[in-house]
Each structure stands twice: as structure tokens, then as C-alpha cells.
């Protein structure tokens, strides 16, 4: 069964700074690229960063320079260490399997709850 649970949301002040973190059961996480993407209020879902097996990574253009992908193999947890957080960041946040770096479309269907982000200006 798939399962996704994402965690580490909360409000906090512009500048401040999260760790988001998604664990996954083994059939999602396996040795597949992991991706965090975000929904803000009228927006399309989008792809915040990307995690291969190995380690290589991939960042919104957004985001580049205060976010940080990161992820324990052993554990089938995905995380997001999230610096200098800026009012435009407040969205729900979810983890899921992406098909690469290249195409980071989600690999499977199926999404967790979610966790909300709220940065205040």
C-alpha cells in the first residue's frame, strides 16, 4: 500500500526557517527520484525539489539558494530543510515518488495529506 505522511509545517516569520519531513512506505520510495512539491491558494501543484537514489538534486529556480532537498535511504524519509522563507513560500507542501530529475512529473497517483506552510510578512 502506498503511503505518504508528510510533516514539519507550521507558521513562521519572513527570514525564518523548516524542515519538512516525508516518510514513505517502501514500494514509493525504493531507489526512485523523491520530489517535494507545493499548492498555494488558486494555484497549480509545482515541483520544489527533487532527490535521486544517488543523491543528485534538483531546485525550483524559486527556491535555489535557501531550500535543501535530503534524503535517509534507510529510513524512506524524504526531507526539506527550508531557509530565508519569504511570504510567496505559504502553500501546502507534499512528497511523493517523481519520474526523474528531467521529467519531475509524479511517478504515481497517489499524494499525501499534505503539510502547511505559512509564512508571515
Known amino acids: 500500500q502506498v503511503q505518504l505522511v508528510e510533516s514539519g509545517g507550521g507558521l513562521v516569520q519572513a527570514g525564518g526557517s523548516l524542515r519538512l519531513s516525508c516518510a514513505a512506505s517502501?514500494?514509493?520510495?525504493?531507489?526512485?527520484?523523491m520530489g517535494w512539491y507545493r499548492q498555494a491558494p488558486g494555484k497549480q501543484r509545482e515541483l520544489v525539489a527533487a532527490?535521486?537514489?544517488?543523491?543528485?538534486?534538483k531546485y525550483a529556480d524559486s527556491v535555489k539558494g535557501r531550500f535543501t532537498i535530503s534524503r535517509d535511504n534507510a529510513k524512506n524519509t524524504v526531507f526539506l530543510q527550508m531557509n530565508s522563507l519569504k511570504p510567496e513560500d505559504t502553500a501546502v507542501y507534499y512528497c511523493t515518488a517523481a519520474r526523474g530529475l528531467a521529467d519531475s512529473s509524479p511517478l504515481f497517483g497517489s499524494w499525501g495529506q499534505g503539510t502547511q506552510v505559512t509564512v508571515s510578512s
Open positions: 517502501g514500494s514509493i520510495f525504493s531507489n526512485n527520484v
Open positions: 532527490i535521486t537514489s544517488g543523491g543528485s538534486r
